[in-house]
């Protein structure tokens, strides 16, 4: 499967993405680029991206990222640091992959604001199935 049908797969099968309003902008092997344009829906009770939101657009680059070499691959941990709030505009998530070996992959994913300003860090891990995506859709 080759990263264009790869992207085209998540942007069609990955509907809670799709709900929050999650965009794939950039797809490689080992790493993605994610985008959400921050909504009224977002927000906390306090006016600022709910934690959540910023979570699902970090989950999403880092699951574009680790199944973009074609096999099944699924969270094992996801560990998060909100570092400075976001109130508007764009967020974007970078994934890369840090260390891939056997079925444990590792990743760094950053989210940014507009203004370049590290929103949040995460450190995720993932298990490779033995299963190719295509054996899954």
């Known amino acids: 499967m080759d990263i264009d049908a790869i992207q085209t797969l998540f942007a069609e099968k990955n509907t809670f993405s799709n709900v929050v309003g999650i965009e794939i902008t950039e797809l490689a092997p080992g790493s993605a680029t994610c985008t959400m344009v921050i909504r009224d829906d977002h ?21 574009a990222a680790a199944n973009s070499h074609g096999t099944a691959t699924v969270a094992v941990s996801l560990s998060i640091s909100y570092l400075k709030p976001a109130t508007s ?7 890369e992959e840090i260390s891939a070996g056997g079925r444990m992959a590792s990743y760094s994913v950053k989210v940014f604001d507009d203004a370049g300003e590290l929103i949040a ?5 993932g298990y490779r199935t033995k299963k190719s995506l ?4």
Do not use: C, H
């Open 89 to 95: 505009g764009t967020l974007t998530a970078k994934a």
């Open 121 to 125: 860090d995460v450190q995720a891990m």
């Open 134 to 137: 295509e054996e899954l859709v």
């Open 43 to 63: 927000r906390s009770p306090f006016g600022t991206v709910n934690a959540g939101a910023i979570y699902t657009l970090a989950e999403t680059a880092f699951g």
